[in-house]
Nanobody, 123 residues
């Protein structure tokens, strides 16, 4: 129902910054709550940041709070994740996700995903 395409991943040194983008398309693409998840080898999938369809409410996991910022431009159907002060522990595939119902702070609420973009942070 909604298609998600991420971009902006890459290789960065510890302490650096990256900005990820997620382009959404399809009917009612700007009516979904949106989140960024990450998957690292040997670890479970983690919801690191999320926001409501209006952008007025946000959520961050403790591991990224104060360093990452999620935002959206509904006119362009695009969600962003600004990542600052990156650490090697942030290395993962970052996945854009959409939720049509449920609590937007719960990873179980997300039912649509993009293909993911790799973020690698070197020490």
């Amino acid at each position: 129902q909604v298609q998600l395409v991420e971009s902006g991943g890459g290789l960065v040194q510890a302490g650096g910054s990256l900005r990820l983008s997620c382009a959404a398309s399809g009917p009612f693409a700007n009516t979904y709550n949106m989140g960024w998840q990450r998957q690292a080898p040997g670890k479970g999938r983690e919801l690191v940041a999320a926001l409501t369809w209006s952008g007025r409410s946000t959520y961050y996991s403790d591991s990224v709070k104060g360093r990452f910022t999620i935002s959206r431009d509904n006119a362009k159907n695009t969600v962003f994740l600004q990542m600052n002060s990156l650490k090697p522990e942030d290395t993962a595939v970052y996945i854009c996700a959409a939720s049509g119902s449920g609590n937007y702070t719960y990873i179980s609420s997300y039912t649509y995903w993009g293909q993911g973009t790799q973020v690698t942070v070197s020490s």
